[in-house]
């Protein structure tokens, strides 16, 4: 029993490898938790998100004031067919000016498809106001605006929905 002397070791190792194994386990443990936790810290919004975000949504905003449903109801009743023309071009002009320096937070394509939007509206009202008559009235004008939207390719929506399917919510 030359043994008998490492008795008290052996003891001590055994009641100690239980104990390193927990300790072992919970520090393990604690390294993922944090690894988690900097993974949601990485992944908050930053400043970027938010502009991005507040593009998407200026210019959805953009694409529904330039429906013909809303641009009809906007000026006045009593202006001339010319008269709504002009001023409706210029409204278009001015509040796509003021929303240009969104396409730095905008894919390429999806900012083309802005523009063609854009362009297509105007270029509906130019050839409902070419098509009429001298004596057509403003009401004659809006009509025909709005059906050849309506009858045609519906450009304002398809934008809208590119805008919708490109954002990444995160």
Do not use: C
């Not at 641009?71 to 796509?96: C, Q």
């Not at 523009?115 to 004659?140: C, F, G, H, P």
């Not at 025909?144 to 809208?160: A, P, R, T």
């Amino acid at each position: 029993m030359i043994y008998t002397e490492y008795l008290p070791y052996a003891a001590a190792i055994l009641i100690a490898v239980p104990f390193l194994i927990y300790i072992r386990q919970f520090v393990y443990s604690y390294i993922k938790l944090k690894e988690k936790e900097l993974e949601l810290v990485a992944r908050k919004p930053t400043a970027n998100d938010a502009s991005k975000n507040q593009a998407y949504e200026r210019m959805v905003l953009f694409l529904e004031r330039i429906k013909p449903a809303n641009l009809v109801t906007r000026f006045s009743p009593d202006l001339k067919p010319h008269e709504f023309l002009f001023l409706m071009e210029k409204t278009i002009a001015e509040e796509f000016d003021y929303n240009a320096s969104q396409q730095l937070y905008i894919p390429k394509e999806i900012w083309q498809n802005i523009v063609t939007s854009k362009n297509n509206i105007i270029r509906q009202a130019q050839s409902a106001y070419s098509n009429m008559s001298e004596q057509a009235t403003l009401e004659d004008l809006k009509t025909v605006f709005l059906m050849d939207y309506m009858n045609g390719e519906d450009h304002i929506g398809q934008s809208i929905e590119d805008l919708k399917s490109s954002i990444k919510f995160k």
